[in-house]
C-alpha cells in the first residue's frame, strides 16, 4: 500500500483507521460482513478503468474481451447457486436492484404489497420517503401482532383486498424462514408478479440453511456484501419470460457503464458461496445466532418472534427501560457495533426506535462460534443493565479487545 500511503496520506489514514476498528471491534450489524482477501483484491482492480455498457458479446464500446469472461462468470454462478433462469448482475446496489426490478415488471403507478417497514420491510419496499412509495401505490401486510411472524391468512386477505400487481417478500429486520412457496399460492390467486428481495439471507440460502425462492419467485433481487459475503453490490435473477426486461431495465433503463472491478469481485464471491466448506460458514452463522439469542432471553431480554431461525434477531429493548438509540452509543463506547432498529408498534421515531438488531455473519467469518457468542450476550446484558455506566464500557472494552485479538482479521494485510 506505499502509492496510496505516499501519494494521499489523509484518505490511507482513514482506511488505516477503519481496518483498525474492524479488528479491534465485535460487528453486530447483520447486513455486514468481512470479504476474503481474493473479493478484495478483484474489487481494487485495473477493471474499474474500463466502460462497457451492454452486456457480454453485445457491447457499445470495443476492448471487452476480459470484462466479458468476468461477467459470464458471475452470470453462470449466480444462476446456479440460485437455480435462476436468468441473472443481470450489473445492479450497482440493492435499492437500484429493486428500483430497475420494479421497472421490468411494473407500470409507474401499479401497487405492490409489501411488509410494513417497522415491521422489517425495507425503505425500498414502499416507505413514503423512497422512490417506491412515490412512484408506486403501496399496500402493505403485518406481522402477526400475538406471535410477531408473517400471517399468511392476514396477508392473502389483503392481497383479495388490495389487488396489488406484486406482491413483495423478503426483510431488513425479519428472523424468521419465508415460505416463498405460501406467497407464490397467494400471487397466483390473485394475479400479481411474485418478488423475493433476498439480500440479508441470500447466503444463508446459498449454504443450504433457508429454502431457495426459485422456483417460486418470479424476480428476485439481492445484495452480494451481506450473508453472502461478497464486495457490495447487487444482482437480479428472474424467470425466463422476465429476461429482456429485466436487462432492459438495469441497462439502458436506469444504469451506464457497469462497474467491471465489482462484477469481478462479485464472480469470486459467487465462487467462494459454491464450495463445500460455505455450507460449514452458514450454518455457523445459524448455530451463533441461536446461541446468542438464547443467551440474551435467558438473561431477560424480548426478542420479537421470540428466538431466531435465521442471521439476525431484533430485541425488543421497552422491558429493558431504554430506547435503540441510547443501547446503539452504549454498545459502541463499549466496542461492540449495532443498530437501532423498530420493532412492532414502535412509539418512538426510527430516529430513537425501541429495539436493537444483532446479526452475526460478520463475527461468524472470524471464526467465533457459541462459546463467544454466550459471552457476547453476557458483554450487551452488563452495557445495558448498567445503562451505559463509562466503568462498564471500560471493563467491557478491554474484554471486547481481548476477543478479538484471539479471532485476527486480515493479518495477512500489512496495514
Ligand atoms: N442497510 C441494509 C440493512 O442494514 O439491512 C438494508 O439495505
Redesign the pocket.
Known sequence: MGFLEKRDPEIFNAIRGEIGRQRGTLEL???ENFTSLAVLEAQGCVMTNKYSEGYPGKRYYGGNEFIDVAENLARDRVKKIFNAEHANVQPHS?SSANMEAYFAVLKLGDKILSLFLPEGG?LSHGSPVNFSGQFYKIAHYHLDPETGMLDFDAIRKAALAEKPQMILCGY?AYPRTVDFKAFKEIADEVGAVMMADV??IAGLIAGGEHPHPFPYADIVTTTTHKTLRGPRGAVIMCREKYAQAVDKAVFPGMQGGPLDHAIAAKAVCFGEAMKPEFRGYARQIVLNAKALADELMGRGFKLVSGGTDNHLMLVDLRSKGCTGKEAQVWLEAAGVTA?KNMVPNDDKSPFVTSGIRLGTPALTTRGMKEGEMREIGGMIDRIVASKGDAAVAAKVKGEVSALCARFPLYPELEW
Do not use: R
Open positions: 450489524i447483520a447486513s440493492g425495507h431488513s439480500a440479508h443498530n
